[in-house]
Structure formats: structure tokens, C-alpha cells
């Protein structure tokens, strides 16, 4: 347990879940369920007893780093890594591994984003295990597939080898987010999962890849060996995201490599990317309505309400509708149509920085 270490990735924005995560103040910082804990705090939470918390690692934006250790005090300050800019995962990925290189050769490392649900933990953390006890000794890399419940068009989809191993299984291909006949065909075959965008290897096979995968990302932080842990690093970091290119993990690495297993999972998840994902898994009344708020409904179904405590918010006639309020904007779009929130952040930002 003491090689296990944990990289939570809470640097993004959530465009997709405004106006209630905000440049400012994205979902991860937010009590989006309404339990009492943030979502970062939640995932955090989710590893207590997989590894020590010493060994727990964020990679956030540095406009977060005072939201980061006021949510999670526990943390030093070598646990938050700050990125200057946004470069997408493969460089937050290769930030976090090679400094826990420089620290333990023998880690064994889950990745994980710090906006998702996990509804079923005590199966989450049997799945966790699984996968640590084939990456501690393997050059392989996992990722955790979700059993599909639907053709769903907005998740990335894995294709595995079925007769490949029992707890393990081999990956084929990945599929990014198909369109709903693609979707419906994937299920039908019976080879397909969600991807999940959660990982485990050790750190001697990541960084393995990154050197063949991704070389000039490996070269530019395998010289900072020589930072990491020390007051050199913040100024090391500068200068290494304004080199480094924007790319996934998924694109850059896993769907090239061959050595991609996944373990076959079902443990309640949900990436949490929408109003819609939100609706889909939060508990809902009589009239299939989500409210979370001060709020009178009247003949309104298939909704989902989220608006300050302190406003009484009176609602008739909706049917299907996400009605978000939050730090002075109010958003009122069809839940079928959620897509548009988008163009609705876009438009936003002319009016003003303060409504985005």
C-alpha cells in the first residue's frame, strides 16, 4: 500500500454543467449532490484506505490551488500541482508520474478525474485492486471499462478481446463518443464498455510509454529530476507547459500502445459531464423531478431544478426542462437540448467575464 499513489486531475472548467460551474469556481469545488462533501472531496475520499493520504497527489489549474488545500487541508503543498496553462491529460499525467518518480521508482499509480459518481465504493475499491495487483509487477497499462446500460453517444467506448484473460481483459480498439446506430451496434456485440478515463500502472510503464509514445513530452519532464521537490520546480513547470503541446492521455498514448488491458467494472459511475448526467443519477419525486432548492412546482415533470437556497422559485407547466440558477445567472434550456449550453457560455462571455 505504501507504493500506491493517486493522481486526482482537477483542473478543468465544466463548460458543460454552467452556469453553476464557472472559470471561476468549476463542479469539482461544488457540493453538486448536495451530500455535504464537493466532488473533489468526494474522490478523494474514495481512496481512504487504498493508499496513505500523504501519497495522494492533485493536478489542478494554479487558480485553484487555494480552493484545492481549503477543501483538502491535508495536503502539503508538493501534493498540488499547479499548471500554469491547460494542456489536456497527457502532460497533467506526465507532470504528476515523473514527480512521483523522482520519489518512489516503485510506484503503483491510479489517475483519476475529480468530477466524477460513484455510487457502489466498496465495489469501486475491489476494482481498484484488481487492476493494482496486475499493473505492480506487469509493463501493462489498465484502464476501467464500464458495463453500458444504454447506446449512450457521449461517452468514448473500448472495444476487449472476450476470451483474453478472466480479470484482465485485452484492449482491441477505442471509439470515441459514436453516433447512436454506432452506439446501438457496440451493445449488441457484447465487446464493447464505457470508457471511464480512470488508469492504473506502475510508474515504470508510463513513463515507458510517454518515451515512446510521446518523446518530446518525456524529454521535457525528465529534466526536471532535478526540481521536483525543491523551490526550483514552480519555475521548472513554467517553462515546461509553455513548451509542451496540448494532448490527451487517450490520444496520445493509450490508443496507440499494445499493451492496453481494461477491467471489466460496474460500480455506479457516472463522469458527471452534464445536467442531463446529473439528472440521470440524483434521486427524483413522484413527477420524476430533481429539485435542489427552495422551490414550488406545479404540473412540472421530467425536470431538474437547481437554484439558490435563500430564492423561492415558483415553477408550472415544464416538462423535461433544466432550470439552473447560480452567482446571477439563470438558465432555462430543454434537457434534449443540453448541448446548446455551449453556445450559451460563448454568447455569455461577450456580455461580461462575471457571468462565465
Known amino acids: 500500500m505504501n507504493h500506491t499513489y493517486v493522481i486526482i486531475m482537477a483542473g478543468g472548467v465544466g463548460t458543460r454543467f454552467w452556469p453553476f ?43 485553484y490551488k487555494d480552493l484545492c488545500q481549503q477543501q483538502l487541508p491535508q495536503l502539503t503543498d508538493d501534493q498540488v500541482l499547479c499548471e500554469p496553462i491547460a494542456r489536456n491529460t497527457a502532460p497533467c499525467i506526465a507532470y504528476a508520474c515523473y514527480k512521483i518518480a523522482k520519489h518512489d521508482p516503485e510506484a503503483n499509480i491510479i489517475v483519476a478525474p475529480a468530477d466524477h459518481i460513484i455510487i457502489k465504493e466498496e465495489e469501486f475499491k475491489r476494482t481498484i485492486q484488481k487492476a493494482l495487483e496486475e499493473t505492480k509487477e506487469k509493463n501493462i497499462l489498465v484502464t476501467l471499462g464500464i458495463q453500458p446500460s444504454r447506446p449512450d453517444t ?22 470515441e463518443k459514436p453516433h447512436l446506430e454506432l452506439a446501438q451496434q457496440f451493445l449488441d456485440s457484447g465487446e464493447f464498455v464505457w470508457n471511464a478515463g480512470i488508469f492504473v500502472w506502475n510508474v515504470n510503464s508510463i513513463i515507458k ?126 434537457k434534449e437540448e443540453e448541448q446548446k449550453v455551449k453556445n450559451f457560455v460563448a454568447d455569455a462571455r461577450e456580455r461580461g467575464a462575471e457571468f462565465v
Open 21 to 63: 460551474s464557472r472559470t471561476s469556481y468549476p463542479k469539482q469545488f461544488h457540493d453538486v449532490l448536495g451530500t455535504g462533501r464537493t466532488l473533489l472531496q468526494q474522490t478523494a475520499d474514495r481512496f481512504d484506505g487504498v493508499c496513505p493520504p500523504e501519497n495522494i497527489f492533485i493536478v489542478t489549474s494554479s487558480l
Open 154 to 175: 457521449g461517452y468514448g467506448y473500448i472495444q476487449y478481446i472476450p476470451e483474453s484473460g478472466e480479470t484482465i481483459k485485452k484492449v482491441k480498439t477505442f471509439t
Open 209 to 334: 510509454s510517454f518515451e515512446t509514445y510521446l518523446p518530446e513530452i518525456a524529454e521535457i519532464f525528465e529534466e526536471g529530476n532535478g526540481s521536483y521537490y525543491t523551490e526550483h520546480e514552480k519555475s521548472f513547470i513554467s517553462k515546461a507547459y509553455s513548451l509542451t503541446k496540448s494532448v490527451s492521455i487517450d490520444n496520445g498514448i493509450m490508443e496507440k500502445a499494445s499493451n492496453v488491458y481494461v477491467v471489466l467494472s460496474d460500480f455506479g459511475w457516472s463522469d458527471l459531464g452534464t445536467w442531463k448526467s446529473l439528472y440521470e443519477v440524483s434521486d427524483k419525486n413522484d413527477d420524476l423531478n430533481v429539485i435542489d432548492g427552495h422551490i414550488l412546482l406545479y404540473d412540472t415533470k421530467n425536470c431538474i431544478i437547481k437554484t439558490p437556497k435563500d430564492r423561492l422559485v415558483v415553477v408550472n407547466g415544464l416538462d423535461g426542462y433544466i432550470v439552473a440558477e447560480y452567482d446571477n445567472v439563470l438558465m432555462i434550456c430543454r
